[in-house]
T-cell receptor, first 108, second 119 residues
Framework: GQQLNQSPQSMFIQEGEDVSMNCTSS?????WLWYKQEPGEGPVLLIA?????ELTSNGRLTAQFGITRKDSFLNISASIPSDVGIYFC????????FGKGTLLTVNP | GAVVSQHPSRVICKSGTSVKIECRSL??????MFWYRQFPKQSLMLMAT?????????EQGVEKDKFLINHASLTLSTLTVTSAHPEDSSFYIC???????????????FGPGTRLTVL
């Protein structure tokens, strides 16, 4: 099935640094979502975006819905060790299409 | 709110046996549930969409006779892997729509997953 282009594939950063990851698609989506998955668990919804151009924050997380409806980015500010995990973007027109994920490692 | 549970969390079975996985929405009614499969170090791939009271819709390449889905109530969907083989070993995750809130139509909330190992 279709997958979104998510980058980077992995990031290894120091605690306190900011992180940015993004997703692009050849298709338009009505909703963009960002999830975090930890080993052996299901994905947890972080942020949902509903309108083109929308910028939404959830604590240290900020995400934007691209104006073309074909892309989105997620920023994490002042990273902490518990931010470690795999971050997935997902586009939705009812069914979800996932990116391949960004593995984030935070060095204390 | 929007809590989804799965049972069992882990299952090990012999080749040729059938395994049933339950997915429950605990604090909301889910008219639609989705079943995904995730192989190690890969993303989630949608297997099927399960609508309460009707037949599931399967994605291309997913065998409906092998992966039986039943969505008998607004809070429960089951996935049965029939005649399981080692290549069916994977992490199976369900999700559900929570339609209580406006604009939540496209949000999906995921269960904790079920690790299936077929020997």
């Amino acid at each position: 099935g279709q997958q979104l282009n998510q980058s980077p594939q992995s990031m290894f950063i120091q605690e306190g640094e900011d992180v940015s990851m993004n997703c692009t698609s050849s298709s338009i989506f009505n909703t963009w979502l960002w999830y975090k998955q930890e080993p052996g668990e299901g994905p947890v919804l972080l942020i949902a975006l509903y309108k083109a151009g929308e910028l939404t924050s959830n604590g240290r997380l900020t995400a934007q819905f691209g104006i073309t409806r074909k892309d989105s980015f997620l920023n994490i500010s002042a990273s902490i060790p518990s931010d470690v995990g795999i971050y997935f973007c997902a586009g939705s027109n009812y069914k979800l299409t996932f990116g391949k994920g960004t593995l984030l490692t935070v060095n204390p | 709110g929007a809590v989804v549970s799965q049972h069992p969390s882990r299952v090990i079975c012999k080749s040729g046996t059938s395994v049933k996985i339950e997915c429950r929405s605990l604090d909301f009614q889910a008219t639609t549930m989705f079943w995904y499969r995730q192989f190690p170090k890969q993303s989630l791939m949608l297997m099927a969409t399960s609508n309460e009271g009707s037949k599931a819709t399967y994605e291309q390449g997913v065998e409906k006779d092998k992966f039986l889905i039943n969505h008998a109530s607004l809070t429960l969907s089951t996935l049965t892997v029939t005649s399981a083989h080692p290549e069916d070993s994977s992490f199976y995750i369900c999700s559900a729509n929570n339609r209580r809130q406006e604009y939540s139509y496209n949000e999906q909330f995921f269960g904790p997953g079920t690790r299936l190992t077929v020997l």
